[in-house]
């Protein structure tokens, strides 16, 4: 079945540090794939998508490329800030189902340190 | 993009009572939510799927009548936690598909639920 797998946290990173967090993929099909964020006691929020191989999403300060031969997603930030501390999941959508659910890895938590 | 709106944000309940805990649209329709619990070391699990009109879709493993999901119009899916025990005490998270963003989701703030 579809999976995700994201690097396990917690990721400590000082202010101004590069950041990436490693996302890989397990599906059938062409899948589309999503990055959320999710801040203390609140809800998940979109962060960018792609929705095929070589996409590039991108929020202006986050990006991820979509790599069909790698079956990744990996989540990047040049410079990261104290306020994008929070948890963030990887997520894959099997376009091809019939209800288009979405499959989340497990979170990983960024602790970032002033 | 399109608002979801989940309420209540948390809520504490005495172990054998039921806990209703609504999912709504706001500004658009939703034929189908999904309903999600998220587990202590952050992962989210899909519960069940929401079909407007018709029963719930539910993952393997999670049982139908512990948690009962009504989707009774478009823009309204609520999730009952019947005769919930202290191991029921999560965090519940609705989405739906946005219709604004193209292949998005968008997601209620959550439903702390204690039980004691």
């Known amino acids: 079945g579809n999976s995700v797998t994201q690097m396990e946290g917690p990721v400590t990173l000082s202010e101004e540090a590069f950041l990436t967090i490693n996302c890989t993929y397990t599906a059938t099909g062409y899948p589309s794939l999503f990055w959320y964020v999710q801040y203390p006691g609140e809800g998940l929020q979109l962060l960018l998508k792609?929705?095929?191989?070589?996409d590039k999403g991108s929020n202006k300060v986050f990006e991820a490329t979509y790599r069909k031969e790698t079956t990744s997603f990996h989540l990047e930030k040049g410079s990261v800030q104290v306020s994008d501390s929070a948890v963030y999941f990887c997520?894959?959508?099997?376009?091809?189902?019939?209800?288009?659910?979405?499959?989340f890895g497990t979170g990983t938590l960024l602790a970032v340190q002033p | 993009g399109a608002v979801v709106s989940q309420h209540p944000s948390w809520v504490i309940c005495k172990s054998g009572t039921s806990v209703k805990i609504e999912c709504r649209s706001l500004d658009f329709q939703a034929t189908t939510m999904f309903w999600y619990r998220q587990f202590p070391k952050q992962s989210l699990m899909l519960m069940a799927t929401?079909?407007?009109?018709?029963?719930?879709?539910?993952e393997q493993g999670v049982e139908k009548d512990k948690f009962l999901i009504n989707h009774a119009s478009l823009t309204l899916s609520t999730l009952t936690v019947t005769s919930a025990h202290p191991e029921d005490s999560s965090f519940y998270i609705c989405?739906?598909?946005?219709?604004?963003?193209?292949?998005?989701?968008?997601f209620g703030s959550g439903t702390r639920l204690t039980v004691v």
């Open positions: 929401s079909n407007e009109g018709s029963k719930a879709t539910y």
């Open positions: 997520a894959l959508s099997d376009r091809g189902g019939a209800t288009n659910k979405l499959i």
């Open positions: 989405s739906a598909r946005d219709p604004v963003v193209n292949y998005g989701y968008t």
């Open positions: 792609a929705t095929k191989a070589d």
